[in-house]
């Protein structure tokens, strides 16, 4: 049986840092594409990042190139977002998805139907 937990989610100053824990079960990180997306209220979901399995390919949104970095860790079986320089406009709930899939789509990655389980989310709110 496959399950996503994340965690990690919480209230941060502007200019702040995060890191978003998502524990998977029932596969290890490195048998399937995993991403992380997020949702704002009363926007759509938003693709952020895909790793593929065995860290072949990554594929990170331009809106938080260069401030969010996905990582795995094997031994723990757990995949990680670690934000920083956060910004009010990252405010939402996180998922971490898990594809059907061996590699994240080059350019289909950021589209949620191209992943099969979700986590039930985690908030995150940048806020002074």
């Known amino acids: 049986q496959v399950q996503v937990v994340e965690s990690g989610g919480g209230l941060v100053q502007p200019g702040g840092s995060l890191r978003l824990s998502c524990a998977v079960s029932?596969?290890?990180?490195?048998?399937?594409?995993i991403g992380w997306f997020r949702q704002a209220p009363g926007k759509e979901r938003e693709g952020i990042s895909c790793i593929s399995s065995g860290e072949s390919s990554a594929h990170v949104a331009d809106s938080v190139k260069g401030r969010f970095t996905i990582s795995k860790d094997r031994t723990r079986n757990t995949m990680y977002l670690q934000m920083s320089s956060l910004e009010p406009e990252d405010t939402a709930v996180y998922y971490c998805?898990?594809?059907?899939?061996?590699?994240?789509?080059?350019?289909?990655?950021?589209?949620?139907?191209?992943?099969?389980?979700w986590g039930q989310g985690t908030q995150v709110t940048v806020s002074s």
């Open positions: 029932g596969f290890t990180v490195d048998d399937k594409a």
């Open positions: 998805a898990v594809s059907a899939a061996f590699y994240c789509r080059d350019y289909g990655w950021h589209n949620s139907y191209e992943y099969t389980y």
